[in-house]
């Protein structure tokens, strides 16, 4: 087999060339980052349930109009997705005082936000992800106006969404990070879609039945253990794998996962570069 060119590598995915032009192939590895990654683990288990969480979410997103980058998996590790323009923010939504909103504000951890708090974070490892502002942000031509009003309007709706999805398993929706891209379509028309992954690595998620019990990467961050059990919980509360799960005895049952149905966003799939509801773009193409 070819070996496969290598657009980019980070803390829990490489990115590699598509099967076509205008894709990539997203792989989900095992390793465990906390703390801009000063803290570091190799968990088996790990990447192929944040695939298959990550490709049902977005798949559940298309399905209300949110455009995504996912097209399909294509197997237990690996996504085939748009290849987009990322926009270099990290979008934060919180509904319950968790992590580093405590440590900056005082607050009492499970405190619920009397609503949804939005927060925006320069993405730069270099710079450890800084908490920046939105004049920040169109002050340095990261995103315009109209792009951001767009953004923060999806991550309503997709907070919305998820609140309700993962109360219907028993989970709460602390807080979760998004990624956007930019995508220009075949009459030079641009899009904004939702990139990167929504799975237990980057959502907080607290068992709503069992004391708030933490079933996303807190599990790491704080030694609680447990974590690749937490995130096949979440997975089989979704209907994702079998119960009894995929990691058995601390590894993987290649023939189960194997096994399991792929997931495709036939959505995603045919939109073919055009927005979902096939109208004019309304924002002028830029120069």
Known sequence: MAKRKVIHEGKAKIIYEGLEPGTLIQYFKDDATAFNAQKKDVIAGKGVLNNRISS??????????????????????EQLVREVEIIPIEVVIRNVAAGSLCKRLGLKEGMILPQPLIEFYYKNDALGDPMIGEHHIITFGWADPLEMEEIITMSYRINDF??????????????????????????????????DEISPDNC????????????????????????????????????????????????????????????????????????????????????
């Open 56 to 77: 049902h979410l977005m798949t559940r997103l298309e399905e209300i109009g949110i455009p995504t980058h996912f097209i399909r998996s294509l197997n237990m590790r």
């Open 162 to 195: 998820l609140n309700g999805l993962f109360s219907g398993i028993g989970l709460k929706l602390v807080d979760f990070k998004l990624e956007f891209g930019r995508l220009w379509g075949e009459y030079g028309e641009l899009y904004l879609m939702l990139a």
């Open 204 to 287: 907080r998620l607290w068992d709503v039945n069992n004391n708030n019990e933490k079933m996303d990467k807190d599990r790491f961050r704080q030694d609680l253990g447990g974590l690749v059990e937490a995130y096949q919980q979440v997975a089989e509360r979704l209907g994702l794998v079998p119960k009894g799960g995929i990691i058995q005895g601390g590894s993987i049952n290649e023939q189960l996962a194997a096994g399991l149905e792929e997931i495709e966003n036939e959505l995603a799939r045919e939109r073919r570069l055009r927005s979902l509801n096939k109208v004019k773009p309304q924002k002028p193409v830029k120069s």
